[in-house]
């Protein structure tokens, strides 16, 4: 049978979704409009846990940009309509030297300072309740 006008704003009236990839790159894209409202930015961490799939999608974006500007806009799925959107929510293509790499490293810093501090403790036989880190 065909797909007569009538069945198909039928399925529509009920929700249907003819293009599921569209469908889901739309939610992403809502995904890090609420992201940057909430952080300022749009550089997702890799090991964003409150949403592992935003921060896959994110490094999916750039790696269709990369093809896209390598001049195989043929094998990206990164559309002009595409690109406008995210460059519109101030999405950033490439991280090198940006904060994002600054702030990664002071998490670690400080939690490696944290760790430091507490083994330093245990084997000095100080609960956490008698460590101070205001006295380091």
Do not use: I
């Given at each position: 049978?065909?797909?007569?006008?009538?069945?198909?704003?039928?399925?529509?009236?009920?929700?249907?979704?003819?293009?599921?990839?569209?469908?889901?790159?739309?939610?992403?894209?809502?995904?890090?409009?609420?992201y940057?409202?909430?952080?300022?930015?749009?550089?997702?961490?890799?090991?964003?846990?409150?949403n592992?799939?935003?921060?896959?999608?994110?490094?999916?974006?750039?790696?269709?940009?990369?093809?896209?500007?390598?001049?195989?806009?043929?094998?990206?799925?990164?559309?002009?309509?595409?690109?406008?959107?995210?460059?519109?929510?101030?999405?950033s293509?490439?991280?090198?030297?940006?904060?994002?790499?600054?702030k990664?490293?002071?998490y670690?810093?400080?939690?490696s300072?944290?760790?430091?501090?507490?083994?330093?403790?245990a084997e000095?036989?100080?609960?956490?309740d008698?460590?101070?880190?205001?006295?380091?």
């Amino acid at each position: 049978s065909t797909m007569t006008e009538s069945r198909q704003q039928k399925l529509e009236s009920v929700g249907f979704v003819w293009d599921s990839h569209a469908a889901t790159w739309q939610r992403r894209l809502g995904e890090l409009a609420t992201y940057k409202n909430r952080h300022g930015d749009c550089n997702v961490p890799s090991n964003y846990l409150e949403n592992p799939q935003l921060s896959m999608w994110v490094k999916s974006q750039r790696r269709q940009y990369k093809l896209y500007r390598s001049g195989q806009a043929s094998s990206s799925s990164l559309s002009v309509e595409r690109l406008e959107a995210l460059e519109e929510l101030g999405f950033s293509w490439e991280l090198r030297g940006s904060n994002t790499k600054k702030k990664k490293q002071a998490y670690q810093n400080e939690t490696s300072t944290r760790h430091h501090l507490k083994r330093k403790s245990a084997e000095a036989g100080l609960d956490d309740d008698t460590t101070n880190m205001s006295d380091c």
